[in-house]
Structure formats: C-alpha cells, structure tokens
C-alpha cells in the first residue's frame, strides 16, 4: 500500500473511531434528561418505569379534580379510554386546564401508581391537541369535554 493512502485510510479511522466516541459521551450525559411518553394503558400494563422522569398524557377525567384546601396540591385523574393514571400536582395549573380537556404531564411514577408531576401542559387552542395524546387516543374520536383528537 502506498504510504499516502496509508495515511488517509489511518486519518479516516481515527476520526470515525472519535465521532463515534463523541456521539457515544453525548448519548451517555443526556439519558437522565430523556422523558418518554407514556399513555395511561401502559400504566395498566406495567410498563412504565418507577422513578424516572416521564411523560403522560390524554383526557382529563371530568369529576376527578380535587384541589386541597390548604395548599396548591391538585389530584386528578388522565385517562386514553381504556385505563386511567391518578397524578398528584403541587403548583399553580395552566390557565387553560380543565376537565375532559387533553392534558400531558411530565413527572415520576410513585410506588403506588400516581404520577408526581412537576409540569403539567394543556391545550392552547380549540384545535389542537398534543401528538402524544392524539396518538395515544387514536381509538377515541374525542375526550369526554368535546376536545376533538
């Protein structure tokens, strides 16, 4: 072999061998910032992780809101038609919450199957519904309030 093809075939693997350790370090520092969607039959199914950060979403159950007297905590209830997730909120919800509207929030699955959510997003508009939620829902033709999927 030629020793200038030498060298650019031994340049060519050294930087395919360092961006493939780069994408490896950058895949590494980012796995606890990862938040998977998770709709509420996989709840049911026990396919959700404990203690890592999630996502859920789909419609909020009309009659489950329950805010205490005392504190911000808010308890309610999502649900994809098929299962429902109890999740325990303890900040101010969005203006535009509400029951039997789409919601997804982002948070941790307790030991006894309630989310802890510290984020909690709802729909912004007539129209719109999160992906997530939409695909999670794809079964239902709308939520309990009217809001179309």
Do not use: W
Not at 29 to 49: H, L
Not at 74 to 79: G, P
């Amino acid at each position: 072999m030629h020793p200038v093809r030498k060298q650019r075939l031994i340049l060519v693997v050294v930087l395919v061998a360092l961006s493939s350790a780069a994408v490896g370090f950058v895949t590494y520092a980012m796995r606890n910032n990862m938040n998977y969607f998770y709709a509420p039959s996989a709840f049911a199914a026990g396919e959700v992780p404990v203690h890592q950060r999630i996502r859920a979403g789909g419609c909020v159950v009309p009659g489950s809101v329950v805010r205490a007297s005392d504190s911000l905590d808010v308890r309610f209830a999502i649900t994809d038609g098929e299962a429902d997730v109890n999740v325990v909120f303890d900040k101010i919800l969005p203006d535009l919450f509400a029951e039997g509207e789409a919601a997804v929030v982002t948070g941790k699955l307790m030991d006894d199957g309630t989310v802890r959510a510290d984020q909690v997003l709802a729909k912004h508009d007539e129209n719109y519904t999160p992906p997530e939620v939409a695909e999670s829902m794809k079964a239902q033709a709308s939520c309990a309030g009217g809001a179309k999927i």
